[in-house]
C-alpha cells in the first residue's frame, strides 16, 4: 500500500535546490532541473556537486542524477520515507521485488509485483513508463547507482548480501524477459559500406558523416559519447605505417593516435589510447579541411543550409546520425543504433581472424566474457555444429 507522501516542500527551499543545480546546468538536462529540485534532498544535491567536482564523467553523473531522482520518489511513495542511508536489506529486497515480478502470478494476484497505486503515483510524475516488470539492465544498474551513492557518502551497504543476490537472480528469471542488446544488430563491414554509400558528396554533411561513421568503426567501436566529445586535442599525428608489416616496400598509410581520456571503462589517468590508420585517417583529415577546424569539438552541427555551427554534437545527434544514414540505405532503422558500430567492431574482428586480445586493445573492452561473446558467437556460425542438416 502506498504511504501518505510526505509535507509539501517549502516553496523556497526548491528554489534554493534549483539554483544550487544551475551549477550542474551542463551536464543534467535544465528541463528536468525543477523536477529534480523538487525530488532529491539538499544531501543528494550535495553529493552530486561533490562527484562533479571529482570530475565524475558527465554521462556517468548525468545517469546516477536520473537514477537518485527515480529511488528517492520510488521511497517517498513506497516507505514513506526519503531515501535512508545506507539502505536496510529489507528496503533492498522490496525494490526488487517492486521491479521484477512474475506477470503471470501478477495476474491471479494483483498484490504481487509494484502496487498499482504506487505505479500509478510514479507515472503521473514522468518517473515510470512500463506496465510490465523492469528490464533486468534497468534495476541492476539502479542498484549499481544505489551502491555507487552509498560509498560516496563514506558508508557501507547491503548491496552484496547472499539474499539480495538470490533474490535479484531468481526475480530476473520470474520476469521471463530476455536481455536486450543496445543495437538489436550490429554494424559490420558489409552494413558499414552500405551507410558510407550514402554519404557520397562533398556536401559538408556528407563530409563529416563519413568521418564520423569511419572514425567510430575503426577506431574499436567508440561509444556515441566519446565520438561526441572527440576534441582536436586528442588526435595526435604519427609516423605513416606500412599497409602489410610483413610484406617489405609495403605502400605507407597515414596514421594518428586517439587519446580518450576519460571513459565509461577508463580515467584520464589510464592515458587510454586507439589507432586510426588508413581511409579513416583521410576521411578525418578532409572533415577538418572542408569545416576549418583547427580547435575545439571534432564533430560539430550542420545546419539545415549547409553552415557549420559551433555546437559539437551531442551522444543522441551521432546517435541520429546512424539512423539517418541506415534509413537513406534502405535498412530498418529499428534495428540499428550507435552502439552496433561497437559490437559490429568485434563481430568483423572476429569474422576476420584477429586474436581477441589485439581486438580488445583497440576497442578497451576491459571484460573478456563480453568481448569474447562476438567471438563465441561468429565461431558457432562458422562452424561444423550446426550444419549437421543442411
Known amino acids: 500500500m502506498v504511504k501518505r507522501p510526505l509535507p509539501a516542500i517549502p516553496a523556497d527551499a526548491v528554489l534554493k535546490r534549483s539554483a544550487e543545480l544551475d551549477a550542474l546546468d551542463a551536464i543534467l538536462p535544465f528541463d528536468r532541473r525543477d523536477q529534480l529540485a523538487e525530488i532529491l534532498t539538499d544531501d543528494d544535491v550535495e553529493t552530486l556537486k561533490h562527484l562533479a567536482s571529482e570530475g565524475m564523467g558527465d554521462n556517468t553523473l548525468r545517469a546516477l542524477a536520473s537514477d537518485l531522482a527515480y529511488l528517492e520518489a520510488w521511497a517517498v511513495a513506497a516507505i514513506g520515507t526519503p531515501l535512508p542511508w545506507p539502505a536496510p536489506e529489507s528496503l533492498l529486497l522490496k525494490f526488487v521485488a517492486h521491479h521484477l515480478w512474475d506477470p503471470i502470478r501478477r495476474q491471479s494476484d494483483p498484490a504481487h509485483g509494484m502496487p498499482a497505486e504506487l505505479a500509478e503515483h510514479l507515472k503521473t510524475r514522468g518517473l515510470l513508463r512500463t506496465d510490465g516488470p523492469h528490464a533486468p539492465a534497468t534495476v541492476r544498474r539502479r542498484l549499481t547507482s544505489w551502491s555507487i551513492l552509498t560509498r560516496w557518502r563514506g558508508l557501507t551497504g547491503n548491496f552484496g548480501t547472499p539474499s539480495l543476490k538470490s533474490a535479484l537472480r531468481l526475480a530476473v528469471r520470474a520476469t521471463g524477459r530476455p536481455r536486450q542488446r543496445k543495437s538489436k544488430k550490429a554494424v559490420t563491414g558489409d552494413v558499414l559500406a552500405k551507410l558510407l554509400a550514402?554519404?557520397?558528396?562533398?556536401?559538408?554533411?556528407?563530409?563529416?558523416?563519413?568521418?564520423?561513421?569511419?572514425?567510430?568503426?575503426?577506431?574499436?567501436?567508440?561509444?556515441?559519447?566519446?565520438?561526441?566529445?572527440?576534441?582536436?586535442?586528442?588526435?595526435?599525428?604519427?609516423?605513416?605505417?606500412?599497409?602489410?608489416?610483413?610484406?617489405?616496400?609495403?605502400?605507407?598509410?597515414?596514421?594518428?593516435?586517439?587519446?580518450?581520456?576519460?571513459?565509461?571503462?577508463?580515467?584520464?589517468?589510464?592515458?587510454?589510447?586507439?589507432?586510426?590508420?588508413?581511409?579513416?585517417?583521410?576521411?578525418?583529415?578532409?572533415?577538418?579541411?572542408?569545416?576549418?577546424?583547427?580547435?575545439?569539438?571534432?564533430?560539430?552541427?550542420?545546419?539545415?543550409?549547409?553552415?557549420?555551427?559551433?555546437?559539437a554534437l551531442t551522444p543522441q545527434s551521432v546517435n541520429l546520425v546512424l539512423k539517418t544514414r541506415a534509413a537513406q540505405a534502405g535498412l530498418d532503422v529499428t534495428l540499428y543504433s550507435a552502439h552496433g558500430l561497437r559490437a559490429g567492431y568485434l563481430t568483423e574482428a572476429a569474422n576476420r581472424g584477429i586474436p581477441l586480445s589485439e581486438a580488445m586493445q583497440q576497442s578497451q573492452h576491459k571484460s573478456i566474457a563480453q568481448a569474447a561473446s562476438y567471438y563465441n558467437e561468429s565461431e558457432r556460425k562458422m562452424g561444423r555444429a550446426a550444419r549437421l542438416i543442411t
Open 198 to 311: 550514402t554519404c557520397n558528396s562533398d556536401r559538408p554533411v556528407d563530409v563529416r558523416d563519413r568521418a564520423l561513421l569511419l572514425l567510430a568503426f575503426a577506431s574499436g567501436g567508440r561509444r556515441r559519447s566519446e565520438v561526441a566529445g572527440l576534441r582536436v586535442d586528442d588526435l595526435i599525428e604519427e609516423d605513416p605505417v606500412p599497409t602489410d608489416p610483413k610484406v617489405a616496400d609495403s605502400p605507407m598509410l597515414p596514421c594518428l593516435s586517439i587519446h580518450l581520456g576519460r571513459t565509461k571503462t577508463t580515467t584520464i589517468e589510464d592515458d587510454a589510447t586507439v589507432l586510426l590508420i588508413g581511409r579513416p585517417v583521410v576521411a578525418l583529415r578532409a572533415w577538418l579541411t572542408t569545416a576549418g577546424i583547427d580547435s575545439g569539438a571534432v564533430f560539430r552541427k550542420v545546419d539545415q543550409w549547409g553552415n557549420l555551427t559551433r555546437r
